[in-house]
T-cell receptor, first 113, second 112 residues
Framework: KAGVTQTPRYLIKTRGQQVTLSCSPI?????VSWYQQTPGQGLQFLFE???????NKGNFPGRFSGRQFSNSRSEMNVSTLELGDSALYLC????????????FGAGTRLSVL | DAKTTQPPSMDCAEGRAANLPCNHS???????VYWYRQIHSQGPQYIIH???NNETNEMASLIITEDRKSSTLILPHATLRDTAVYYC?????????????FGPGTSLSVIP
């Protein structure tokens, strides 16, 4: 069974631009969660989607948004990029119900110049 | 804030058991303890989870105290490939709707 796939793996953007990251979950998983990881703040929860609905949201500004499609694939968008948005963005999928174990992708490394 | 506290770093000799402690003194009755690890520059990897009974799988053992206020992850025969950051988290239930909060974790170094 294929794992969680995140694209692209690396991305370089400039301040003020916007970016869209993609996550394909494990087949059969209906929940997708997004995390931001930086050396200073560690792993921080962004939001979680289940069956196309956002179930939970972390403490991030409105510039960070996401969505989930009917096939459970998810995208997250960051608008008006800031230097501090440089981070590893991780996606995790799970069944979203019993045995809610999260399986993580390799992440997208975003650099904002 | 994270619901768990862990030592920031630990060393373990290769081939010996690595015992990683986690304190979760405010854990609720329906919260599970989950362990993940993250090898440098990779996504976190699930290891094991439990509610109140000790658990074992092919990767590790999880020992939860009777009062459930702390737990220990045991890697029985540590190898160099076990060098990673280990995260202990608690979640409301297996069908959790809550936010997953990772603390800074324990950086385990396995020494030859």
């Amino acid at each position: 069974k294929a794992g969680v796939t995140q694209t692209p793996r690396y991305l370089i953007k400039t301040r003020g631009q916007q970016v869209t990251l993609s996550c394909s979950p494990i087949s059969g998983h209906r929940s997708v969660s997004w995390y931001q990881q930086t050396p200073g703040q560690g792993l921080q929860f962004l939001f979680e989607y289940f069956s196309e609905t956002q179930r939970n949201k972390g403490n991030f500004p409105g510039r960070f948004s996401g969505r989930q499609f009917s096939n459970s694939r998810s995208e997250m968008n960051v608008s008006t990029l800031e230097l501090g948005d440089s981070a590893l963005y991780l996606c995790a999928s799970s069944l979203g119900i019993a045995k809610n174990i999260q399986y993580f992708g390799a992440g997208t490394r975003l650099s904002v110049l | 804030d994270a619901k768990t506290t862990q030592p920031p770093s630990m060393d373990c000799a290769e081939g010996r058991a690595a015992n990683l402690p986690c304190n979760h003194s405010t854990i609720s009755g329906n919260e599970y303890v989950y362990w993940y690890r993250q090898i440098h520059s990779q996504g976190p990897q699930y290891i094991i989870h439990g509610l109140k009974n000790n658990e074992t799988n092919e990767m590790a053992s999880l020992i939860i105290t009777e009062d459930r206020k702390s737990s220990t992850l045991i890697l029985p025969h540590a190898t160099l490939r076990d060098t990673a950051v280990y995260y202990c988290i608690v979640r409301v239930a297996e069908t959790s709707y809550d936010k997953v909060i990772f603390g800074p974790g324990t950086s385990l170094s396995v020494i030859p």
